[in-house]
């Protein structure tokens, strides 16, 4: 890490604003060593209000305060934002790429084949310290480069080293993924209110359902089928409730979501 980590996001939304709120919460920079560049003037307002760090309109200027970018934007506008930054850049700085499905070859084919980069794939429960991401270098990247986007992304959840290749995999299952968890919530409070169960109780009891089953996996280390069987009585309530998933294809949708999304994700990486 260098002596003084200063980090530049190059898009000042969501994603922006939740990777530099855990950054700073987990001590590895003060908000003084964070700035953001962005068109968008409530953009940039709103990152400068939940941060506390600095925002400019500036791409360049980002770079040139900055040891450690991040790449924040759509991906149509990952050219754009490259271009402003390719005479600041230097083989000093280390550029972290969370646009969705844009590859690292194409951030070479602007910056050059030198520059040392990553790319990355977190979700949007980095807002609450809870992100899945995974992250793939490029060949100039240092085995440094590597350890530090990994204490990065873990300052906002866990992160895997994977190849690059897996990435747009990673796109459809955890990138998206919340979506298909928030519709799951919200079926199952749906489910709740139609039994007779006020709103708000069903939506907070589905919700903590839905939280404590992923804690179930993640810390007993079992398989999610082995945990299904523990919940599921012979001739019991459980085993209806099943049935009738698999009657209309849960598990095969889900799937279907999932390669849905990844397939989506390659194709935003050939028209970026």
Same mark, same amino acid.
């Given at each position: ?89 230097? $083989?000093?700085? @280390?550029?972290?790429?969370? *646009? #969705?499905?844009?590859? +690292?070859?194409?951030?070479?084919? !602007? =910056? ?85 169960? $006020?709103?708000? @109780?069903?939506?907070?009891? *589905? #919700?903590?359902?839905? +939280?404590?089953?992923?804690?179930? !996996? =993640? ?54």
């Amino acid at each position: 890490m260098p002596s003084r980590l200063t980090i530049g996001f190059l898009g000042a939304g969501k994603m922006a604003t939740a990777l530099a709120k855990g950054f700073i919460r987990a001590g590895l920079v003060t908000a003084d060593d964070v700035l953001a560049s962005d068109p968008s003037r409530s953009a940039s307002t709103s990152f400068v209000k939940e941060v506390g760090g600095r925002a400019t309109n500036s791409n360049s200027d980002v770079a040139k305060s900055s040891s450690v970018l991040i790449l924040a934007v759509k991906p149509d506008q990952v050219s754009t934002v490259l271009t402003d930054i390719r005479e600041s850049f230097t $083989p000093n700085h @280390l550029l972290l790429s969370i *646009a #969705a499905g844009v590859p +690292l070859a194409k951030l070479e084919s !602007v =910056l050059g084949p030198a520059a040392r980069l990553i790319r990355v794939m977190p979700n949007t429960p980095a807002l609450v310290g809870a992100s899945a991401s995974a992250f793939a270098p490029n060949h100039a990247a240092l085995p440094e480069d590597s350890q530090l986007a990994e204490k990065l992304l873990s300052a906002v959840g866990i992160a895997f080293a994977v190849k690059e290749t897996l990435l747009d995999a990673v796109t459809g299952l955890s990138g998206s993924g919340p979506a298909y968890v928030y519709l799951f919530i919200e079926g199952l409070s749906d489910g709740g209110v139609a039994a007779g169960l $006020p709103r708000e @109780l069903a939506t907070r009891l *589905a #919700a903590q359902t839905a +939280l404590g089953a992923a804690k179930m !996996v =993640l810390e007993t280390g079992l398989h999610p089928g082995a945990l299904k069987d523990m919940v599921t009585s012979p001739g019991g309530t459980t085993i209806e409730g099943l049935h009738e998933l698999e009657k209309g294809k849960f598990r095969g949708t889900l799937m279907s979501a999932v390669r849905a999304a990844t397939d989506k994700s390659k194709k935003l990486g050939q028209s970026s």
